[in-house]
Structures are given as structure tokens and as C-alpha cells.
């Protein structure tokens, strides 16, 4: 009786452990996407695919969000899938504290019985991750959605080609790479590696092509692939897929796709085309295609089947891409056929990518106007725009952009000069951004539109202009008083000469115009002067607000006979100079703004003196900016410029004098010092790292009232603040982070009230290598170097160390960073001799999890008294 109780408690745990070990083993496949809610909230979801014949089920599963907080998501929904698998979606909201650079964890025990590429899969723990960057000035951003599920079936010695077809919503810029399949905790698993080929497996980086030429063995394989999210040009988001490949030896041949073409259009354009695959055993197919233009809102691509008989098959793709669709990168389609072959349904998968590009602006004119030149353009072809940029070079160019080039090439020689916004816009002044256009040069033009993501349409036609001499020729436009009400401007121009040659006998009438901005554009007729010897050239103009704006004006000369009236030439333009001003710390800023059709040679600062209430002379520049320094914070100080300048041509007026309106600021501290540069020396056999800074600039070092140092000791971190010093005059500091000593450091300096400047350039250091082993131990019992015993410090997370003697024969293993060897084997000393030794050693550096390989031979002695010198690997 006794027996039999036995025998049935026996079976009882042998039921319970298969149970348990039934009830953890399901996961085959998963990934982790996001949208932005807003600028710190994300709304995650983690889908995974999972053995339907397990009897483990998750209805929740923990997310570790990065910021040293973890949540429970529910699961939202199921879907039973062919073969065995089952779809699940968990769903979760969460609010990061602030800015920065998070790994989002979802680990769920265990992965499926049988994966060869994962040593005893069934005991693997199963874990996704995603990287997310949370920074609100970047812009929202959501990961890519992968529209192809993260299972696959393949064929024993024929090509295997697998696309996530990644859709990236934001329009950002992707990349694909193989990485290693994971465990708990995101560790990379321990003896993984990937499926055997015949020649290679691959990801295409930038098709996201998985290719495994050819499948070398059957069974189950498991590839893990990142998805790399790409914005001006760095680097925002990660995606882990972990997809699993079912590999069947098979007399089925899969099918075979038709040739397919990328495509660039133009929004509104038409591609219309079929898709075809054929089966070389006369299968049956079905033809799949995903890509992000099914799902666009505005203008939906449409798959629709035209033939389908047996070994062939063909659908048509259809899609007028909208304005809306317009983005700098080209949407991927993923086309797939499978067949419905009754041993294992295999697959052909081709890929194309459509480049849709905004259609070209059209130009119609380039009008002088002064110093300036006026651009108007037909209107534009939608309202979904943001706006125009404006290109401009000199002279003409040979520029003929072809059906994929959006935008103006830098190649070109065209600068962009310019931006206007709203999508009615259909002119643009064009003054070099208040310095004004030089007369004798050709100027040509082209525009793009520019779409709400960033995106600049193809480039307009080109139109070629050049500035053309005023009739009168303007010599002042001079501010005589500042008042907001009753300030005052004197104009002059030039008496017009040999009027006679046109002929334009006169009696005359000069017209001025004012428009409200040095590059204003609303005139307004202001004086009418009739005069018949042409001797009235100048004119005060009155009841102005100076204070707060410049004025420019045009001056139109008549000929005003009777039955004779017309212009003559065209009409002079000229701007008074205005002088916009900026506080600093001790300081203030000026910039000159003018519109004029001579070249000002000189500018002199002029500030009031409270002394002698009379404006003195500090300072002079032939930039349209200057700074006054050593002022008082918190001290009025008033100043006005006088600009000189002329005519490049002889005959033409020299010397020009104008003033600026009088304008005043008060200094206040509200800069903050100059970043230091930064050095960064590690001391190896100390453990420390030595920082040290300094501030060239004396004038800016004047400022300084202290250094804040900042370090991580991870890449994938961000900088915390790790010492405050309140001394302006130090400049070192020694760090000792522990044993791990790499690191970076970056250091900025703040002022008396607080003000603190950007860091300093980030410095990372990496350059200890802190794991060491002898090449020769005495094993004798004398208590003297009687064990192999390696030199390490905590940066050494593990290694994987096998020791081997002549004929190859594995005789001690470990993965103690120490090492700890006896020398012996089953038990007993080994021989005198030399040894072989493998070595892989994992460090924990500043981008994570390192693995470097070491190998050489340790001498093993063994007679009592030895004396060695120890030599070391490193």
C-alpha cells in the first residue's frame, strides 16, 4: 500500500511540472509601439503572438516604462490566427516626469518548446523593448507601424524574404539591422544565434528586407530585427520585432513575384498597375499587399484582384496620391503572393517604394523695387501647404530637376533667401534681409512650396531679374526728430538732368509715396510738387511715428504737359535708416535696418552723455549689427547712428549723410556665461576620472560665478547634475564613480544671479580595459598562487572562460569573473604543461553590455617551491 501511494504522488508532480512547464511556455513573437498623446504622454501597445495549444495565458502583462516605474496594460483584444497562433494586443497609457531617453521593457515567461537557435527555448524567458526619445522640441512623433505580423514560413534550401512592412506615420526616415532575440530583463540571451544559411541571412537597412539565402535547417527559428527611427538626421526611437520562421522541408517550390519599379509623382499624378505572380506547381494563389497608403485618410490606395487560376494570379494597384500625402520619404508597399499548397503554404514577397512629390510652383515676374526685388507666382495648387521658400543665386543656371527631386539642391549655387506663410501667397520682397540688393547683378529666382511636415515641393521655373536706377535719384532719407507723433523725416534726391533726350519737356510733377517699414509695400501718395525747372528736390515729412518704425519712399517724376502726360523712367525708392535695439548683460545690441539704392560704407554710434546731455561718438562699423559693452546694468542709455555712404557710379552722388531715429535700452544680466571646454583624463589603477575646464574669453570669464558638472555613466542615459561648485577660479575636479569608471562628463558655468550657460561639449571616456590573467599558476599546496585567479573590478559582469589542454580536450569551464581554477580535474591536479584557454568576457561599458574575446596559455606548475614571474593577458 505504502508503494502505490508512492507511485501516485510520483505521478502527481510529473503531472504538476509538465503542467507548469506547459503553462509558461507560449510566446513566439512580439514587438512595442506607441502613439504621442501629448508632450510627456504615450499610449503604448504591446502585441504579441502566442502558442494557442499552451495553456498559458496573459491577460495583463507589466511594462517597464524606463523611468524606474512599472504598470500593468490589459489586454485589449484577441485574434486566433492560423497554425497555431493567437494575436494579442494590450493597451496602456503612461505620463513620463520629463525629457529624455527611455527603454520601455515587456518580459513574459517563458518563450516555445523547440526554437533551435535559442538554447532550451522552452526555459527562455520572452522580452520586447522599444526606445523612445521624450522631447517635446523635436515635435510629436509615433513609432512606425509594422503591418506584416512577425511569423513566417520558409523553405528547406530556397530563398526566404520577409518584410515587416514598416509605415512610419510621421513621416520619418527608417533603417533596419539585425540584433540579438532577448531574455529577462532585455539581456541579450546567452548562446543565441542566428538561423543557419547555406550563404548568408540579412536585413536589407534600408528596405527592411529579412534575407536568408537559404534556410540550412528545418524546424523553428527565431529572428529578432530593430527598427530604426531616423529625424534630421538623428537618431528618435528603436522598435525590437522578435519574429519567428517556421522552416519545412518540402516538395513545394514557392511562388514566384513579377517585376515590379519604384515610382516618383507628383500629388495628383495616377499609378495604376498589376501585380502578378505565377506558381511553378500550379498552386492556387492569394496576393497580398500592405504599405501605409491603404490607411491614409485623405486618399486611400485600393488593392483589388483582376484573375486568379491555377499557378497564376494578378491584382491591380490603384492610387492617386493626394496633397496630403506629400512627405520627404517615399511610402514603402510590400506585395506578397502565397500559394495553397496542401504540405505547406510558402510565399514570394517584393517591395517598391513611392517617392510622391508637391508639384512645381509657377513664377511670373521678378519687378525691381529700389534696393529690392518683388516676386509674384500664380496661386498655388492647394491650400494644404504651409507656405514658400524662396532660392535665389547670381545669374543664370542650368539647374532641370528630374521626376524624384524635390527641393533646390545645394549643388545648384541657389541660397534660400527667404519664407513666406499661408498657402494663398502669391508675392515676396526680396531686400537680402534688409541690406538691400546691389545694383549691376543679375539676380535669379525659384520657389517651392513647403508642406506642413517640412517638405519642399519640386522647384519652380527660373526667372532672372536685376536692379534698375531710379528716376529722381534719391540722396536723404533722414530722421530730423523721434517722436512717436510729431518725429520728422528729410528727403533730398538728385535734380534730373538731359530730360530734353526723351523728350520730356515739362511742366513736371513729382509725386512721393510712403509705405509704413523699411521694406513696406503699402504706399500711400503723401505731396504732389508741380514745378517747371525741375529745382524743388527736397521735402520734409511730418507728424510721423519715428520712434517705433522706419518709412520707405518712392518718388515718381512726371511729365505732366497738356495731352503729354507720362512717367518718366522709374520711380526712385529709398528707406530712412532704422536702428532696432536688444539689452544685454552690460551691454546693448543694434541692428541697422535700411532699404536704400547706394551703398552705406560707414555707420557711427552716437550715445547721450547725461553730463552734457550732448550724444558723443562710441563707435563705428560697416556692419549692419555692433555692440556697445562696459555698460551699467540697470542704467538707461540713449543712442542714435549716422550712416555715410553714395553712388558706385561717377556721375552719380557721393557722401551721403543719413541719421537714425534716437532709441534707448536699459542693460540687464540676462546672458549666461559661455560654455567651458572640457577635458576628461581617466586614471586607471586609481579609479578615478580628472576633469578640468576652462574660459578663454577674460570677458566672459568676468561674468562666471561657479561651474555645474554633469555626468551619466551609460550612453542610453542622460546627463544629472553631478556637483555644484561655487568658485569661479577652480577648475578640476577628480570623480570617483566606483569601479566602473567610464563615463561622460560635460561642465557649464552660471553667473552671480543664476543664469547658467549651455554645457560644455559632452567628453565620454572609455579607455580602462580592467580584466587581466596570468599565464602561469602553481598549483602545489603551498598556499602561494595556488589558484588561477584573474584580475577584474565590477565593470566585468561575467565571462564564459574554457580551459583546454593539448588534444583539445575541455578540462575546466566558468563564468566567475575571478576564474578561481584549482588546477584540478575530476578532482585531481592536473599535469605539468601548458594550457589553452578561450575566453569571452562581458564588461559593462558606456554603451551597454560589451563582449570582448581573449585566448592564450597558462603555464601550470606544479613542483613544490616554484618560483614564477607572472606575465598577464589582457
Not at 96 to 105: A, D, E, R, S
Not at 230 to 238: A, E, P, Y
Not at 330 to 355: E, T
Not at 494 to 503: G, N
Request: net charge neutral; charged share 20%.
Amino acid at each position: 500500500m505504502k508503494k502505490l501511494i508512492t507511485k501516485k504522488f510520483f505521478l502527481l508532480v510529473l503531472v504538476s511540472f509538465c503542467f507548469a512547464s506547459l503553462n509558461a511556455t507560449h510566446n513566439r513573437a512580439g514587438e512595442i509601439t506607441y502613439i504621442q498623446l501629448s508632450d510627456l504622454t504615450y499610449e503604448i501597445t504591446i502585441t504579441t503572438f502566442t502558442y494557442t495549444l499552451s495553456f498559458a495565458d496573459r491577460p495583463t502583462l507589466d511594462v517597464e516604462w524606463g523611468d524606474n516605474t512599472i504598470s500593468t496594460a490589459p489586454r485589449k483584444s484577441i485574434l486566433t490566427l492560423p497554425n497555431f497562433y493567437r494575436r494579442n494586443i494590450y493597451v496602456i497609457d503612461h505620463t513620463y516626469p520629463g525629457p529624455g531617453i527611455y527603454k520601455i521593457v515587456v518580459q513574459d515567461p517563458n518563450r516555445n518548446l523547440g526554437v533551435k537557435n535559442i538554447p532550451n527555448s522552452v526555459n527562455v524567458v520572452f522580452s520586447i523593448s522599444t526606445i523612445l526619445t521624450v522631447n517635446p522640441a523635436m515635435g510629436r512623433d509615433n513609432t512606425p507601424v509594422l503591418l506584416n505580423p512577425p511569423y513566417d514560413k520558409a523553405a528547406y534550401h530556397y530563398l526566404f524574404i520577409h518584410n515587416p512592412s514598416a509605415f512610419d506615420p510621421d513621416g520619418d526616415s527608417l533603417s533596419y539591422n539585425l540584433t540579438v532575440c532577448t531574455r529577462e530583463d532585455g539581456k541579450p540571451i546567452i548562446g543565441y544565434t542566428l538561423p543557419p544559411a547555406t550563404h548568408s541571412i540579412r536585413v536589407d537597412s534600408i528596405s527592411g528586407d529579412l534575407i536568408w539565402d537559404t534556410p540550412a535547417d528545418t524546424g523553428k527559428f527565431n529572428v529578432a530585427m530593430d527598427i530604426n527611427e531616423w529625424r534630421n538626421g538623428k537618431k528618435i526611437g528603436v522598435v525590437e520585432r522578435d519574429m519567428q520562421i517556421e522552416v519545412y522541408n518540402t516538395n513545394n517550390k514557392p511562388p514566384v513575384n513579377g517585376p515590379l519599379k519604384d515610382y516618383c509623382v507628383q500629388a495628383g499624378d495616377t499609378i495604376d498597375f498589376l501585380f502578378t505572380a505565377t506558381d511553378p506547381d500550379n498552386d492556387h494563389l492569394t496576393l497580398n499587399s500592405s504599405s501605409g497608403v491603404f490607411s491614409l485618410e485623405s486618399c486611400k490606395a485600393t488593392f483589388t484582384k483582376v484573375d486568379s487560376v491555377a499557378g497564376s494570379a494578378s491584382s491591380r494597384f490603384r492610387w492617386i496620391p493626394c496633397h496630403e500625402a506629400v512627405r520627404k520619404q517615399p511610402y514603402n508597399v510590400v506585395f506578397k503572393s502565397d500559394d495553397s499548397n496542401p504540405d505547406v503554404r510558402l510565399s514570394d514577397i517584393s517591395n517598391i517604394n513611392i517617392r510622391v512629390l508637391g508639384p512645381p510652383p509657377h513664377l511670373i515676374n521678378a519687378v525691381p523695387l529700389g534696393k529690392s526685388i518683388g516676386l509674384t507666382w500664380s496661386g498655388y495648387v492647394t491650400n494644404v501647404i504651409a507656405g514658400f521658400s524662396v532660392y535665389r543665386r547670381e545669374g543664370a543656371s542650368t539647374f532641370k530637376p528630374d521626376s524624384c527631386t524635390a527641393g533646390i539642391p545645394s549643388s545648384t549655387g541657389f541660397k534660400k533667401v527667404g519664407y513666406i506663410g499661408g498657402s494663398s501667397a502669391i508675392s515676396f520682397t526680396d531686400n537680402d534681409n534688409g541690406q538691400g540688393l546691389q545694383f549691376g547683378k543679375e539676380y535669379t529666382y525659384r520657389i517651392v512650396a513647403v508642406y506642413p511636415n517640412g517638405t519642399e515641393s519640386k522647384a519652380s521655373n527660373e526667372i532672372t531679374s536685376t536692379l534698375v536706377s531710379g528716376v529722381p535719384v534719391i540722396k536723404n532719407v533722414s530722421v530730423r526728430n523721434t517722436n512717436t507723433v510729431n518725429g520728422s523725416i528729410f528727403l533730398s534726391w538728385k535734380k534730373p538732368q538731359k530730360l530734353d533726350t526723351i523728350p520730356a519737356t515739362g511742366p513736371y510733377e513729382y509725386l512721393i509715396y510712403r509705405a509704413t517699414g523699411v521694406s513696406g509695400t503699402d504706399f500711400q501718395q503723401i505731396k504732389s510738387i508741380q514745378t517747371t525747372d525741375l529745382n524743388d528736390t527736397v521735402y520734409v515729412d511730418t507728424l510721423l511715428n519715428t520712434s517705433t518704425t522706419g518709412y520707405i519712399y518712392r518718388i515718381d517724376l512726371w511729365n505732366n504737359g497738356s495731352g503729354n502726360r507720362f512717367l518718366i523712367g522709374d520711380p526712385g525708392y529709398a528707406s530712412s535708416v532704422f536702428l532696432a535695439i536688444a539689452p544685454g548683460d552690460r551691454k546693448a545690441r543694434f541692428t541697422i535696418n535700411r532699404n536704400v539704392p547706394w551703398i552705406n560704407t560707414r555707420y557711427d554710434f552716437f550715445r547721450l552723455n547725461d553730463a552734457t546731455n550732448a550724444y558723443d561718438s562710441v563707435g563705428t562699423t560697416n556692419q549692419l549689427t555692433w555692440i556697445d559693452n562696459g555698460l551699467v546694468n540697470g542704467k538707461e542709455y540713449c543712442y542714435f547712428v549716422k550712416s555715410t555712404g553714395g553712388y558706385l557710379a561717377d556721375n552719380m552722388p557721393k557722401n551721403l549723410i543719413n541719421f537714425s531715429e534716437s532709441t534707448c535700452t536699459t542693460p540687464v544680466d540676462n546672458e549666461a556665461p559661455c560654455p567651458p571646454v572640457l577635458n576628461v583624463i581617466s586614471k586607471c589603477d586609481s579609479l578615478y576620472n580628472t576633469l578640468t575646464w576652462a574660459i578663454a574669453d577674460p570677458v566672459c570669464f568676468e561674468d562666471v560665478a561657479g561651474y555645474k558638472i554633469y555626468s551619466k555613466m551609460k550612453s542610453e542615459e542622460n546627463l544629472s547634475l553631478l556637483l555644484t561648485i561655487n568658485d569661479k577660479n577652480t577648475f578640476s575636479y577628480k570623480h570617483f564613480p566606483g569601479e566602473t569608471i567610464s563615463g561622460c562628463y560635460a561642465v557649464s558655468a552660471f553667473d552671480a544671479i543664476g543664469n547658467e550657460g549651455d554645457k560644455s561639449v559632452m567628453i565620454c571616456i572609455d579607455s580602462c580595459n580592467f580584466y587581466e590573467i596570468p599565464n602561469v599558476f602553481t598549483p602545489n599546496g603551498d598556499n602561494i598562487n595556488d589558484k588561477l585567479m584573474a584580475k577584474t573590478t565590477g565593470l566585468v559582469e561575467k565571462i564564459d572562460f574554457k580551459l583546454f589542454n593539448r588534444d583539445g580536450m575541455l578540462l575546466f569551464r566558468t563564468e566567475d569573473p575571478k576564474i578561481n581554477w584549482d588546477g584540478t580535474y575530476k578532482g585531481k591536479i592536473v599535469s605539468p604543461g601548458v594550457y589553452f584557454y578561450q575566453c569571452d568576457v562581458y564588461e559593462n561599458r558606456i554603451s551597454g553590455l560589451e563582449l570582448f574575446h581573449l585566448s592564450g596559455f597558462v603555464h601550470v606548475i606544479t613542483e613544490l617551491n616554484a618560483k614564477v614571474n607572472k606575465v598577464v593577458t589582457k
